[in-house]
């Protein structure tokens, strides 16, 4: 019996692990070890260079550009997206219109918004990049237009190509993109706090500003956190580039002022041929992404409330 | 042996109404006035944000029925009559039939794949004590907090040497690799949470560990698996990275993302923004035409991770 458990086990185990091992822990490992080469990518020989790519890092002022872009991202991408997530899943839930029974209530119709807000969920980050990119369009663009048939004719921003704007318009798309699944996740969330608590505290003489504050972000606060890691690493890595790489400008935008980190290693390694470099990009990537969690987790820890 | 005992209600993913009514009657009556200011509030900013997501969508269907002329000319207005054929030169000179083709293989191929070997990976580091289970399940839950770009550069020369660029079996077993970490991770949380009881009976009814788990244990898991495998249908069907680095030298390989952003390239040099409108709509409307029909199981697929 036992002797069969253990087959069973290792049979079952075998081939996922391989496959885990073979395209995704091997290629980790050999990344960190090639950082510390100068490998071109393109021959396999290779030197060993200790810290230089690591060195080379502090005089390169795309990197830093790159970093400042990425940091900018992870910083406010986050914020805003859930910021504006809890708000409306708040006006859905609580900007209901008084019936007899409840004392706060969900707004009319808040199914069918949950689903118009969901969209943009399924849609690829091709397709929605495609689509601001359009809309953004200095000549032709949605937004452009709009200015001038509102009579703002002297407004017509370069957006994508204007190097102050170009970060924010690919922000803008990206909390677009973003905003509905919070919205529907929140108020899942928000919909099981039982509604003595906000009767309760209305009873007391609380506004619902101080409902909110008091009774809803505290009790969400676990998917709160589990939503800022989420689009955080979502900021620092595929999204963003994929974002950045489909809208921008030319590599990078106009005076690199939408490179980011992920989009930079990809132009080492397969524009610049600087593999060896590239992945100590990679490693940076990884550093901020690990400060940046750890920095979250900490922010989170406090008591769970059981409801 | 049947496996009767749907645990639909262990999903945990359900998201409910707010509409539930609470017993007690309240009685803060002076407030009556701040309900209904409030409601004009939330209906007004819940109507923007909804015309700010429909918006662009709409646009993008409308503009793939115009002529280029009309796109540029008037980017708000409607087109003068319908232009079927930007469609037909979408579909047929621009390849998107040929990349939604290829889509469809590597997803079937590597769904099948995450499911297959994501539960059995699951369901053995779930249910089964041997030494270094702890290990292998943080190894393959780690996966999920990395950032894909830094294996990727070592990745392309992995594949390279082992002839799998720009192969849709190279492509299925790197999406099944990248999907494990949530897939065991999930699945692993659902596994735990199913009674031990009935796998045992059939255990000692003589059926292999293997059997029970194909015939008792998986079809216990279903509500799971459907919502994992929603998740990673569309993480899949709209992954943009991995082919973009993998399948780049041959232009008939292309993914359904990749082609479309190709598309957009070459349609710029050529100025055909219609053909282009109209390739964008033929990637948006299936994708969106199956959420709204499985809305409430997309839903709760895609959330499922998050609330867990």
């Known amino acids: ?307 | 042996m049947s496996a009767q005992t749907d645990p639909a209600e262990l999903t945990g993913v359900t998201t409910r109404e707010p509409h539930g009514s609470s017993a007690r009657q309240p009685r803060a009556g002076k407030r009556g006035g701040e309900g209904g200011v409030l409601n004009v509030f939330s209906h007004g900013v819940l109507v923007i944000w909804g015309l700010l997501v429909t918006m662009p969508l709409l646009w993008a269907v409308v503009s793939s029925f115009k002529d280029d002329s009309e796109i540029f000319g008037s980017p708000w207005g409607l087109p003068s009559a319908l232009h079927f054929d930007n469609w037909v030169r979408a579909w047929d000179k621009a390849n998107m039939g040929q990349y939604f083709l290829n889509s469809l293989i590597v997803v079937g191929g590597s769904l099948i794949g995450t499911m297959l070997l994501g539960s059995m990976a699951a369901y053995v580091l779930a249910r089964f004590d041997f030494p270094g289970n702890r290990f292998l399940y943080f190894l393959f839950v780690g996966g999920m907090g990395f950032p894909v770009i830094l294996a990727l550069v070592p990745l392309f020369f992995v594949m390279k040497n082992m002839t799998l660029l720009d192969t849709y079996h190279g492509l299925i077993l790197v999406y099944i690799a990248y999907s494990l970490p949530f897939t065991v991770f999930f699945l692993c949380g659902f596994f735990r949470t199913l009674p031990t009881s009935v796998a045992e009976a059939a255990l000692i009814d003589g059926a292999s560990h293997t059997r029970t788990f194909f015939q008792v244990m998986l079809p216990m898991a279903k509500p799971g698996l459907i919502s994992v495998g929603i998740f990673n249908f569309l993480g899949q069907w709209n992954q943009y990275l991995l082919p973009t680095v993998l399948n780049v030298g041959d232009p008939d390989k292309k993914m359904l993302t990749q082609g479309l952003v190709a598309l957009a390239v070459s349609q710029g040099y050529k100025g055909d923004w219609s053909g282009l409108f109209a390739g964008l709509t033929i990637a948006m409307l299936p994708v969106l035409a199956a959420y709204i029909i499985f809305q409430r199981q997309v839903v709760a697929g895609l959330t499922a991770g998050a609330l867990k």
Not at chain 1, 103 to 130: D, E, M, N, T
Not at chain 1, 257 to 273: H, I, M, N, S, W
Not at chain 1, 287 to 296: R, Y
């Open chain 1, 1 to 307: 019996m036992q002797h069969g458990k253990y087959r069973f086990i290792a049979g079952f185990l075998v081939v996922p692990l391989a496959i885990y091992a073979v395209f995704v822990i091997s290629p980790f490992v050999q990344a960190i070890y090639y950082s510390f080469t100068d490998w071109t990518g393109l021959s396999p020989d290779m030197k060993m260079v200790g810290f230089g790519n690591y060195v080379r890092l502090f005089q390169d002022d795309v990197f830093w550009a790159a970093v400042g872009n990425s940091v900018t991202l992870l910083l406010l991408l986050p914020v805003v997206t859930l910021s504006l997530g809890l708000f409306f899943a708040f006006m859905l839930n609580v900007g209901g219109r008084r019936r007899k029974k409840a004392v706060i209530g969900g707004v009319r119709g808040s199914a069918a918004y949950k689903i118009l807000y969901f969209f943009p969920q399924v849609l690829s980050v091709p397709i929605v990049a495609l689509l601001f990119q359009f809309a953004y369009n200095p000549e032709s663009g949605a937004l452009n237009a709009f200015f001038k048939a509102i009579g703002l004719d002297a407004v017509q921003p370069d957006w994508l190509g204007d190097p102050q704007l170009a970060l924010w318009c690919v922000m803008g798309a990206m909390v677009w993109a973003n905003v509905g699944f919070y919205v529907v996740l929140f108020s899942a969330g928000m919909s099981s706090i039982p509604k003595d608590f906000y009767e309760a505290a209305l009873l007391d003489g609380a506004d619902r500003l101080n409902t909110f504050f008091r009774i809803t972000l505290p009790l969400l606060w676990d998917t709160v956190q589990t939503g800022w890691i989420y689009m955080g690493i979502l900021a620092l890595d595929v999204s963003a580039f994929a974002f950045v790489q489909i809208m921008s400008v030319g590599p990078g935008g106009p005076d690199y002022a939408t490179e980011v980190l992920p989009l930079y290693v990809y132009q080492k390694t397969f524009r610049d041929g600087q593999a060896g470099y590239a992945t100590a990009i990679g490693v940076s990537l990884l550093i901020v992404t690990l400060i940046f969690s750890a920095i979250v987790m900490r922010l989170g820890r406090r008591e769970r409330l059981e409801f």
